[in-house]
């Protein structure tokens, strides 16, 4: 993720605007996964964790918390919204926490910033390090019909003291969507003016699927918006991960037998 996205204006913007589909839609579907999967699960890691959303539910639910972010603004947001949460400030692609927790999420579209495919089975790995042997990964994704489908546009969002305007674009044949955004943020009688350009890339179903595989994962996924089966054009994917196999110096000993790919 480019070092230049989620500075200090637009990590306010993101804080105090893009919070709701956390509570509306991701809690919701995430504490009755958590639930019915690992009802015995104590200990909950959000990675690209931001303003911390949803380690603020997990906390109030009674888990222990964990934050991973590399933006440091976006990091400072999430001490105030959930401070009871341990907050690292890493890469995900260099994960090193040094524990494993029951519980692992990355949620709205974080993992489509990694546009390599190398990159984004460096995470899963890792995530799958991380995660204690009877534990459940879950993370969402924009598909490559997702961003085809929505990510040509321009957009104006105002508040009292910001306005920001969005502008989308898709390239098929890279599978890459650019955000522009272009913000003005009140300052005494004027305004200070910010500029980011968020990347992300579309991955197919079947890609997402191979590098889950690859990476010793069994998973189930669900279409974003109805939360059932996938459609052939879900524009965002929902996967449930858990260890599909034990390997050597990752897992402790009496993880499940899952096979890769599988439902469960």
């Known amino acids: 993720m480019p070092v230049s996205v989620y500075g200090k204006d637009f990590a306010m913007i993101y804080n105090t605007h893009w919070g709701k589909w956390t509570k509306q839609r991701a809690w919701p579907f995430l504490s009755r996964t958590v ?91 890792l995530a799958r390090r991380h995660l204690a042997g009877s534990g459940v990964f879950v993370f969402d994704m924009n598909t490559f019909e997702g961003l085809q489908d929505t990510w040509k546009a321009t957009s104006a969002m105002h508040a009292k003291s910001w306005t920001t305007i969005l502008t989308s674009s898709f390239e098929d044949r ?64 929902i996967y449930v991960c858990r260890t599909a196999s034990r390997r050597p110096g990752l897992l402790k000993k009496g993880s499940g037998q899952l096979r890769s790919g599988g439902g469960f």
């Not at 380690?55 to 603004?73: C, M, N, P, Q």
């Not at 990091?75 to 090193?96: G, W």
Request: charged share 30%.
């Open 174 to 237: 890279t599978a890459l969507g650019c955000v522009e955004i272009t913000g003005f943020v009140r300052q005494g009688k004027g305004y200070r003016k910010f500029v980011e350009r968020h990347v992300e890339r579309g991955y197919r179903a079947a890609e997402i699927d191979d590098l889950l595989a690859r990476a010793g994962f069994a998973f189930r996924k669900y279409d974003a918006k109805s939360l059932g089966r996938p459609r052939k054009r879900s524009p965002r994917l």
């Open 35 to 125: 639930t019915g999967k690992v009802p015995r699960a104590r200990t909950w890691l959000d990675l690209c964790c931001g303003p911390g959303w949803l380690l603020k539910y997990a906390s109030k639910a009674g888990f222990e918390t964990f934050g991973v972010d590399r933006s440091r603004h976006q990091l400072a947001h999430a001490r105030r919204n959930a401070p009871a949460a341990k907050l690292f400030r890493q890469d995900i692609r260099a994960l090193s926490l040094g524990f494993r927790v029951d519980v692992i999420t990355c949620m709205f579209d974080s993992l489509n910033y990694l546009t390599r495919k190398g990159d984004l089975l460096k995470a899963f790995r």
